[in-house]
């Protein structure tokens, strides 16, 4: 599987940025995509994710900002966010996680980076 990450940038506080990551296969053979985030000095952390039978799930630190969401005909996952802060600023990366295999896969990572 093959993942191809998008949409990073420079932006300002309360900006708003759209990442998106496409990928190789349909995503109908994933059972969870997601994203996470790293940034310097810290450990990676889940900031969205969502299943197959569409349930998301999202980081306290971005309730009500991100939005995770999933388009199968372009077999794309996309991260929106809103309200941006500085702590926003991370290496972005998406995830996906095959059905019954159970394995998983990892975009290349997109900067995103929030000044204030």
């Known amino acids: 599987v093959q993942l191809q990450a998008s949409g990073g940038g420079l932006v300002q506080a309360g900006g708003s940025l759209r990442l998106s990551c496409a990928a190789s296969?349909?995503?109908?053979?994933?059972?969870?995509m997601g994203w996470y985030r790293q940034a310097p000095g810290k450990q990676r952390e889940l900031v969205a994710s969502?299943?197959?039978?569409?349930?998301?799930n999202y980081a306290e630190s971005v309730k009500g900002r991100f939005t995770i969401s999933r388009d199968s005909a372009k077999n794309t996952v996309y991260l929106q966010m809103n309200s941006l802060k500085p702590e926003d600023t991370a290496v972005y990366y998406c995830?996906?996680?095959?059905?019954?295999?159970?394995?998983?896969?990892w975009g290349q990572g997109t900067q995103v980076t929030v000044s204030s």
């Open positions: 995830n996906v996680r095959r059905r019954w295999v159970g394995d998983d896969y």
């Open positions: 296969e349909s995503i109908f053979r994933f059972i969870n």
């Open positions: 969502i299943t197959s039978g569409g349930t998301t």
